[in-house]
């Protein structure tokens, strides 16, 4: 298996998780002009990443990757237990996290260093929003250790995030299951091998 990531998106998630699964893996680091290569938009038309190659099969997608991590690799047991109702479960946080959390992020990343008012006001509209959604997760993770209970897919996706809105600087206060989790997340070995491959992080 080969992960095509940049460091610090949405593609550490399935880097992760490639971890926790036990593959046997390399990563293709990227960049924003190299996804742009024609010899990558072929095989990844949208231009971005992640983008995992199984032998000659490319699937792209958060959601996408990691549920087929979690298929493929099922000893993992990253879609919680057995039954459809589990499995719905750990598919109905995954989606809230790449349908509403995740893109609630873009205005933040295009404006927040902005100083025109407009973009201001962008920005602390998409700061409330991404708040609500973090205080919706908060609540969820009330006596738990992960997002349904057991380790999942959901796990690594929402570390991402949580990472993206401690450098965006986001108002986390009070959010004490969530900094629960990133620290257990933080000590995660699977999670510290990722760090350190992308970013050269040592915790």
């Excluded at 072929?42 to 979690?70: Q, R, S, W």
């Excluded at 109905?92 to 990343?109: G, K």
């Excluded at 025109?116 to 738990?144: F, I, S």
Aim: proline share 5%; net charge negative.
């Amino acid at each position: 298996m080969q992960l095509y990531y940049i460091p610090g998106a949405c593609s550490l998630a399935d880097h992760i998780a490639l971890e926790w699964v036990g593959a046997n893996y390399d990563m293709v680091e990227m960049n924003f002009k190299s996804i742009k290569s024609p010899d990558y938009m072929a095989m990844n038309p949208g231009g971005n990443v992640p983008l995992l190659k199984h032998g000659d099969f490319l699937l792209t997608e958060n959601v996408a990757i990691l549920h087929y991590l979690a298929e493929t690799f099922p000893k993992a047991q990253l879609l919680g237990k057995d039954t459809p109702r589990d499995r719905a479960e750990v598919m109905r946080w995954l989606a809230f996290i790449n349908s509403d959390v995740h893109p609630s992020f873009h205005p933040l990343f295009m404006h927040h260093r902005s100083a025109d008012p407009a973009a201001e006001r962008v920005v602390a509209g998409a700061a409330r929003q991404v708040r609500r959604y973090l205080e919706r997760l908060e609540r969820q993770l009330e006596g738990k250790s992960w997002v349904v209970g057991e380790r999942s897919v959901v796990d690594p996706y929402l570390f991402v995030v949580l990472r993206w809105a401690t450098v965006l600087k986001l108002d986390l206060d009070g959010l004490n299951n969530l900094a629960a989790f990133s620290d257990r997340m933080y000590s995660d070995d699977g999670v510290s091998a990722a760090l350190f491959a992308e970013e050269g992080l040592q915790i």
